[in-house]
């Protein structure tokens, strides 16, 4: 049998990277993407063999088509798809200006709608599975998130209606919402209130860590899930069930 294949975007660090790691260690290959190619180049040689470099924007649609048909020709398949790649930018509704909310959405959704759409055409020779990478933020509101959140909740939707046109076809579409998640950047603009604030906010009173994230993506996509599409997941340690923003956020 022929080893299955993923496409993962935003592989070159966090989420992305993890997902690509763990797609490699249960035996897929790896196409992972990223725009960063200073970033992808080091980050694949870390993957070794088994993972091939694609360095593209996804929010091009010149770009997001020929990332799908590197892969094509690289492995010759796509079985999953898992659009990652992401960006923020947070601060207050009056000084989000219309410039920063497109440079989220050309990302956050418009790179999702594109990749996806590239894709199908093999997904359905697979009948395969797309994986789109929304957050928290699209299932609660939170300040300084109006472009973020919205473009986030925009992402779930755009889940669903996959799920509903592309079933017929096998093809499986489903949405992992991460929660807050210990990365090096997070980590790096996250002051001790707010870190304390998520402690206690979330039931289980920790962030998440990339690779917890990583294993409902990787599960998702395999066969284990079949007769999964079309669901949002919230890999979040309960915080979604817990109500309004940190308080920390609202001062």
């Known amino acids: 049998m022929e080893q299955k294949v993923a496409l993962v975007t935003g592989a070159a660090r966090g989420i992305g990277f993890a997902t690509a790691k763990l797609f490699l260690e249960e035996g897929w290959?790896?196409?992972?993407?990223?725009?960063?190619?200073?970033?992808?180049?080091?980050?694949?040689?870390?993957?070794g063999q088994g993972a091939s470099a694609l360095v593209h924007d996804v929010s091009s649609p010149d770009q997001a088509q020929a990332a799908v048909a590197a892969a094509i020709e690289k492995f010759g398949r796509i079985d999953a798809l898992v659009n990652n790649a992401g960006v923020a930018d947070f601060g207050p509704i009056e000084e989000t200006t219309f410039d920063r909310w497109r440079t989220v959405m050309a990302t956050n959704l418009d790179g999702v709608f594109l990749m996806s759409q590239a894709a199908i055409p093999a997904l359905k020779k697979t009948r395969g599975a797309l994986l789109n990478i929304a957050s928290i933020s699209g299932l609660r509101a939170s300040t300084l998130r109006v472009a973020y959140g919205t473009s986030k909740a925009a992402v779930i939707h755009l889940t669903k209606q996959q799920a509903a046109e592309l079933g017929e076809y096998g093809i499986r579409a489903n949405c992992v919402c991460p929660g807050p998640v210990r990365t090096k950047l997070a980590m790096a603009v996250h002051t001790q209130d707010i870190i304390d604030a998520y402690h206690d906010a979330i039931p289980l009173n920790r962030y998440g860590s990339e690779r917890e994230i990583a294993e409902v993506i990787v599960f998702l996509c395999s066969d284990k899930a079949s007769y999964v599409t079309g669901q949002v997941v919230a890999s979040d340690g309960g915080f979604e069930s817990t109500g309004v923003g940190l308080p920390a956020l609202r001062k």
């Open 29 to 47: 290959l790896v196409a992972a993407l990223d725009r960063d190619g200073d970033a992808l180049g080091p980050a694949v040689d870390e993957l």
